[in-house]
T-cell receptor, first 114, second 113 residues
Framework: NAGVTQTPKFQVLKTGQSMTLQCAQD?????MYWYRQDPGMGLRLIYY???????DKGEVPNGYNVSRLNKREFSLRLESAAPSQTSVYFC?????????????FGPGTRLTVT | GDSVTQMEGPVTLSEEAFLTINCTYT??????LFWYVQYPGEGLQLLLK?????DKGSNKGFEATYRKETTSFHLEKGSVQVSDSAVYFC????????????FGGGTRLMVKP
C-alpha cells in the first residue's frame, strides 16, 4: 500500500513555464485535495474533488487548474508559473465516514519559480 | 469565516520536558478538531482528533481536549523526546462541512537531547 504518491518531488521553473503535478492514491478514496504550504500560513486549499468527475475551487485557486483523471488520480496544472507560486504542494485524499474525517497526505512537491 | 490560531514557534525544549502548544479557533456551531504532525521531509499525518465538546483526543503520549467554552484545543505531552521534533498543525472541519480542513499556521517543535 503506497498511500498517496506525488511526482515530482522537486521542480524548478522559470516564470511563464507550465507544468503538471501528479498525484495518485491507492486507498479507493472518493475525495482528493491539493494544498500549498507557505511559511507561517499553514496549508491552504487550492482545489478539491469530492468525487470522481467533480472539482471545486478552494481558498487560493487563481493560477491553477486541476483534472480528476479517474478515481485514483488528481493532477494540478500551472499554466504560466509565477514566483508567487513558489511553495510546497501537497496532495491528500480522504473518505468521509461517520467516525473519521482523516485526510491522508502525500510527501509533497517543492516547487521553485525563478 | 472559520479560522485557527496557533502559537508561533519555534518551541525549543529539552528532552523529557512538558509540552504545550496552544490552539484556539473561530467557527460556528460545533466543528471537529484535529492535530496533524509533519516530520522533516514528509507529508502531514493525523496525530489526534476530537469531534465534540469535552472529548479528549490522544495518541503517542500526546493529548488535547476540546474546550467549547474557551474555543481551544491545546496540545500537550508530559515528556517530549527528540523524535517528537516536527511541525504541528491544529485544524478544524466545520460542522456539516464534509471533510474540508482549515489549518492553523503550524508550530515548529525542536527537542534537544
Amino acid at each position: 500500500n503506497a498511500g498517496v504518491t506525488q511526482t515530482p518531488k522537486f521542480q524548478v521553473l522559470k516564470t511563464g513555464q507550465s507544468m503538471t503535478l501528479q498525484c495518485a492514491q491507492d486507498m479507493n478514496h472518493n475525495s482528493m485535495y491539493w494544498y500549498r504550504q507557505d511559511p507561517g500560513m499553514g496549508l491552504r486549499l487550492i482545489y478539491y474533488s469530492a468525487s470522481e468527475g467533480t472539482t471545486d475551487k478552494g481558498e487560493v485557486p487563481n493560477g491553477y487548474n486541476v483534472s480528476r483523471l479517474n478515481k485514483r488520480e488528481f493532477s494540478l496544472r500551472l499554466e504560466s508559473a509565477a514566483p508567487s507560486q513558489t511553495s510546497v504542494y501537497f496532495c491528500a485524499s480522504s473518505e468521509l465516514t461517520s467516525v473519521s474525517y482523516e485526510q491522508y497526505f502525500g510527501p509533497g512537491t517543492r516547487l521553485t519559480v525563478t | 469565516g472559520d479560522s485557527v490560531t496557533q502559537m508561533e514557534g519555534p518551541v525549543t525544549l529539552s528532552e523529557e520536558a512538558f509540552l504545550t502548544i496552544n490552539c484556539t479557533y473561530t467557527a460556528t456551531g460545533y466543528p471537529s478538531l484535529f492535530w496533524y504532525v509533519q516530520y522533516p521531509g514528509e507529508g502531514l499525518q493525523l496525530l489526534l482528533k476530537a469531534t465534540k465538546a469535552d472529548d479528549k483526543g490522544s495518541n503517542k503520549g500526546f493529548e488535547a481536549t476540546y474546550r467549547k467554552e474557551t474555543t481551544s484545543f491545546h496540545l500537550e505531552k508530559g515528556s517530549v523526546q527528540v523524535s517528537d521534533s516536527a511541525v504541528y498543525f491544529c485544524a478544524l472541519i466545520p460542522f456539516n462541512a464534509g471533510n474540508m480542513l482549515t489549518f492553523g499556521g503550524g508550530t515548529r517543535l525542536m527537542v534537544k537531547p
